[in-house]
């Protein structure tokens, strides 16, 4: 995706102009609740700039949505254990 940080087809949650304003990469994760996803959206300065003087930046968009289910898994897992645990001390 090739993008300027006026361009209305940014994406929601991209970080872009924020990257542009620091000069500094910019990492945030964000949920598309029209595609029930989770996204990491990165932006990153690669010190290049065009033959306009703006500034050149690799944009990342990944779908981390399998890992946040299995973070939230793994959650219950450990809240179960833990109520087990309590249960067994009490018992």
Same mark, same amino acid.
């Given at each position: 995706?090739?993008? *300027? ?5 940014? @994406? ?5 102009? %924020?990257? /542009?304003?620091?000069?500094? =990469?910019?990492?945030? %994760? @964000?949920? $598309? ?5 989770? #996204?990491? &959206? !990165? /932006? @990153? =300065?690669? *010190?290049?700039?065009?033959? $306009? ?7 990342? &968009?990944?779908?981390?949505? !399998?890992?946040?289910?299995? $973070?939230?898994? #793994? !959650? %219950?897992?450990?809240?179960? #254990? !833990?109520? #087990?645990? $309590?249960?067994?001390?009490? *018992?």
């Amino acid at each position: 995706m090739v993008h *300027g940080i006026e361009d209305d087809s940014t @994406y929601p949650g991209c970080p872009p102009k %924020e990257a /542009v304003e620091s000069h500094a =990469p910019v990492e945030k %994760e @964000y949920f $598309d609740e029209g595609h029930g996803r989770w #996204l990491s &959206i !990165a /932006v @990153y =300065p690669t *010190g290049a700039w065009t033959a $306009d003087a703006e500034e050149i930046h690799f944009h990342m &968009i990944r779908d981390i949505t !399998a890992e946040k289910q299995q $973070d939230a898994e #793994l !959650a %219950e897992c450990r809240r179960r #254990l !833990a109520a #087990l645990a $309590d249960e067994g001390a009490a *018992g």
